[in-house]
């Protein structure tokens, strides 16, 4: 059976979704929703004229014709659309963050408490094959007897968007809820712990500071430094940094325990490497017994690389998603529950940022 696929946003991580779902035996892309119709058109197009374009979620949702859909609108959006599309019997995979703030991510779960088809939080980074290695080896024990765990992601400045959406506090939730609850639902997952306590500190410095819509100044965060205490005595370390193009790796994730420190080092999207070409991540195991190194190479088929940014995690994540719509039972991987964390985290982070004081979440 061919699973029919709704896609609800149809910019740039819309197309990229596209593509990897194309990527998939026995998928089609049927329906595509989007107010704009230069990007409406375009997905339609890339979608090799399968799919049927839609201007309103409600004409989208009346023509009953996907399987499952997939929300990939403005993070602002995520709440309006989920209390539509909750209404429905279809699977959901929704792009983080969840919602842009706390209360609307509540509404969520609140709402998706007795519904039987699933809702799966789009958190790709956990589907990054280097991330995948990297929990092998934490799980395996590799690490011993984890006490820390540090992300450093030193990267190239927001790109456009369609209505430059992203620039903005208010329609993303803020830099350190719409980038980094990637890095916090990480964190919650190697550490197996709730966070209790989060300390950042940030601010604009560099980037869109001479660019201005309506006649405001874009005010998203583009540096910080973030720690989070957890429950169980671990504690995480975020060093952002989005002005810092051509950084060798975008993402090296480092988890230190009792036996070993475990790195995984993730360059970034082809299209911003120097040479255009991708290069190959890696994992690097760094034995506190015997004082050596092991780099572990971590390949990754060309096709998938080549079909988005995220080194081939939407491919991966779609993979597994696919599996859940076609079985027909079994919970996400990503619940909203998860999704729910990750903006409460991020949520705290920019207020720290903002006031300079500790937040406590227990």
């Known amino acids: 059976m061919t699973v029919r696929y709704g896609l609800i946003g149809s910019g740039m991580m819309g197309?990229?979704?596209i593509r990897n779902i194309q990527l998939l035996d026995g998928t089609s892309v049927t329906a595509v929703m989007d107010p704009d119709p230069d990007m409406r058109a375009l997905s339609v197009k890339m979608s090799n004229d399968s799919a049927w374009g839609f201007e309103t979620l409600d004409e989208l949702l009346a023509a009953d014709i996907c399987d499952a859909y997939v929300?990939?609108?403005p993070n602002d959006t995520h709440h309006a659309i989920l209390l539509d599309v909750l209404k429905t019997d279809k699977p959901v995979l929704c792009e983080k963050p969840l919602c842009t703030t706390v209360g609307h991510c509540r509404d969520v779960v609140e709402l998706a408490n007795n519904r039987i088809a699933p809702i799966w939080v789009a958190m790709e980074y956990r589907y990054?094959?280097?991330?995948?290695?990297?929990?092998?080896?934490v799980t395996s024990?590799?690490?011993?007897?984890?006490k820390m765990m540090?992300?450093?992601e030193h990267r190239f400045p927001f790109l456009e968007k369609v209505g430059d959406w992203n620039r903005f506090n208010r329609r993303t939730g803020g830099t350190l809820v719409e980038k980094c609850c990637h890095f916090w639902d990480l964190m919650r997952l190697v550490l197996q712990s709730d966070p209790t306590r989060v300390y950042a500190s940030g601010a604009a410095d560099v980037n869109h500071q001479d660019e201005q819509y309506d006649g405001a100044v874009p005010d998203i965060i583009d540096n910080a430094y973030v720690v989070v205490d957890f429950e169980n005595g671990s504690r995480g370390m975020l060093d952002l940094c989005m002005f810092a193009e051509g950084s060798y790796w975008q993402e090296v994730i480092s988890?230190?325990?009792s036996k070993a420190r475990v790195d995984a080092c993730i360059p970034g999207p082809a299209r911003f490497s120097p040479d255009g070409q991708e290069r190959q991540s890696q994992v690097v195991i760094s034995d506190r017994s015997t004082k050596e190194e092991q780099i572990i190479p971590i390949d990754v088929d060309h096709e998938v690389l080549s079909a988005g940014d995220h080194h081939g995690s939407t491919f991966y994540?779609?993979?597994?998603?696919?599996?859940?719509?076609?079985?027909?039972?079994?919970?996400p991987e990503v619940t909203l529950e998860d999704g729910l964390w990750s903006v409460r985290i991020g949520e705290a982070a920019e207020r720290s940022a903002r006031t300079g004081q500790a937040v406590n979440l227990t």
Do not use: W, Y
């Open 150 to 152: 540090s992300i450093r």
């Open 317 to 331: 994540q779609h993979q597994k998603f696919l599996d859940l719509v076609r079985n027909g039972q079994g919970q």
């Open 15 to 17: 197309q990229e979704h």
């Open 255 to 257: 988890v230190t325990g």
């Open 128 to 137: 990054m094959p280097p991330v995948q290695r990297l929990l092998e080896e």
């Open 71 to 73: 929300i990939v609108a």
């Open 141 to 146: 024990g590799t690490g011993g007897d984890i």
